[in-house]
Nanobody, 119 residues
Framework: QVQVVESGGGVVQAGGSLRLSCAAS???????????MGWYRQAPGKQRELVAT???????NYAESVKGRFSISRDDAKNTVYLQMNSLVAEDTAVYYC??????????WGQGTQVTVSS
């Protein structure tokens, strides 16, 4: 099983920036190959929604609401995916979840990290 741990959430003023990180790991000796990685978010009273994804080849996909403000990247040597969030607005307030697809058909989610944008 691949474990996923997010970090980097917090409280920021509108217009500010945050960088989220997500590291994937497995038990010693386990063999796994990470495919797509991504970020999703869930605001109170709303469904979880896609924020951004990145394939193993580096292709990215963004929700319309974050295009031009957020940037997803990955470091395969560290099994880590990042989400750089700039020009944050109150509507970006949510719990952000990291998702990792591995060994093609398996999926792991992180526990979530809270991002709060104050106006």
């Amino acid at each position: 099983q691949v474990q996923v741990v997010e970090s980097g959430g917090g409280v920021v003023q509108a217009g500010g920036s945050l960088r989220l990180s997500c590291a994937a790991s497995a038990a010693s000796g386990s063999i796994f190959s990470i495919n797509a990685m991504g970020w999703y978010r869930q605001a109170p009273g709303k469904q979880r929604e896609l924020v951004a994804t990145i394939t193993s080849g580096g292709s990215t996909n963004y929700a319309e609401s974050v295009k031009g403000r957020f940037s997803i990247s990955r470091d395969d040597a560290k099994n880590t995916v990042y989400l750089q969030m700039n020009s944050l607005v109150a509507e970006d307030t949510a719990v952000y979840y990291c998702h990792v697809q591995w060994n093609l058909v398996l999926h792991s989610w992180g526990q979530g990290t809270q991002v709060t944008v104050s106006s």
